[in-house]
């Protein structure tokens, strides 16, 4: 992967009304990298992206691209398009018209955006269909018919905001596939936005997990989600049990009324920190074999596992496990030392 930085936000601060939506963000974005941003709503994903597209301009700080402040430049004048989630296509256009728009704008020669729409719909699955009107194509036709759209320009960065919220689950599975395809054979730079973190982990070469208009952690999705930099991150990626911890030495951390190995070392003798366990991670034993012993609560078969929460002297776990235990049983757990993720207190 090419490692040049292509876009670069510089202490950005963006303001609505007096409340701040960004507050001295810095980001850079590597050239033919797939970066999504994961957040809840109003996290400022989407702002970003506007930035980067030139639909908005920040109160302070600066964009830029390829070493360029672009800051104040119009969108259109950038190397960059927009994917909505609202596709925004021309509905008295065919698919060929609505994928040439932009190429006409550019008093391209007739036979060039021929040749350029009938092999960017090839890309996107969608040969033969230019004569079709858009009110015939269903919505997961016309999501590729807005990808094509903003392909066909040649951007250097595709910006694509939630484009698949509109989609029933298998396409968007579809989609998902179908997107990652297209930027590693377009060998462009991709930045989505979604509050989907399985989409996120899925698609991403990195993910930049979002919370009120800061950054929480940037990584790979299995950075992200073995090793979250805070309680934040740790629950909005997966299911994440949570809980309060002494670490007694590097290595070696006490919980629930027990010492544990852990891989984690660099923290104060004694200092108060939280662990993070994965549900899956927590082994089911018999209460004799087990480091914790609970009663489980409640227990609900989700296909391949069955999930269930055990409440262990007041302290409620959730575990993951493809062994069937009844309400009301009480099991062992164990939990090894790569299973275990030390957090300090102090963050989020």
Not at 6 to 13: A, E, G, P, Q, T
Not at 193 to 213: C, F, K, P, R, W
Request: aromatic share 8%; with cysteine.
């Amino acid at each position: 992967m090419d490692n040049s930085v292509i876009v670069s936000l510089k202490d950005i601060v963006v303001d609505f009304d007096g409340q701040k939506i960004l507050n001295g963000l810095n980001l850079d974005i590597h050239d033919k990298e797939f970066v999504t941003f994961l957040g809840p709503s109003g996290c400022g994903k989407t702002t970003t992206l506007r930035l980067i597209a030139g639909f908005l301009e920040p109160k302070s700080g600066n964009v830029f691209f390829d070493g360029q402040d672009i800051t104040g430049v119009p969108p259109y004048k950038r190397q960059v398009n927009t994917v909505f989630q609202k596709y925004a296509l021309f509905p008295h256009l065919n698919v060929f018209e609505n994928v040439a728009f932009g190429l006409r704008l550019k008093k391209m020669d007739e036979a060039v955006i021929k040749t350029k729409v009938l092999d960017m719909l090839e890309v996107v699955g969608l040969k033969g269909f230019e004569r079709r009107s858009i009110s015939q194509m269903s919505g997961g036709q016309q999501q590729r018919v807005a990808i094509a759209r903003s392909l066909v320009n040649q951007p250097r960065v595709l910006l694509l905001d939630e484009p698949l919220g509109a989609l029933d689950l298998k396409l968007r599975k579809e989609m998902q596939l179908e997107l990652k395809r297209l930027q590693r054979e377009m060998d462009i730079t991709f930045v989505y936005v979604t509050h989907d973190q399985e989409e996120a982990l899925t698609m991403s070469d990195t993910v930049v997990v979002m919370n009120g208009g800061k950054i929480q952690q940037i990584g790979t999705p299995e950075e992200i989600y073995n090793e979250p930099k805070n309680a934040f991150v740790a629950d909005f990626i997966g299911e994440s049990n949570i809980v309060d911890a002494v670490m007694l030495r590097d290595f070696l951390v006490a919980f629930g009324g027990q010492e544990f190995s852990c891989v984690d070392r660099g923290f104060g003798i004694n200092q108060s920190v939280q662990v993070v366990v994965r549900p899956e991670d927590i082994q089911v034993v018999s209460p004799m074999q087990g480091q914790l012993v609970g009663h489980v609560k409640n227990v609900i078969f989700k296909g391949v596992h069955f999930e269930m929460q055990v409440d262990c002297e007041g302290t409620e776990w959730l575990i993951h496990s493809t062994r069937a235990c009844a309400p009301g049983e009480v099991i062992g757990m164990n939990i090894g030392p790569d299973e275990i993720h030390i957090m300090a207190r102090s963050e989020g």
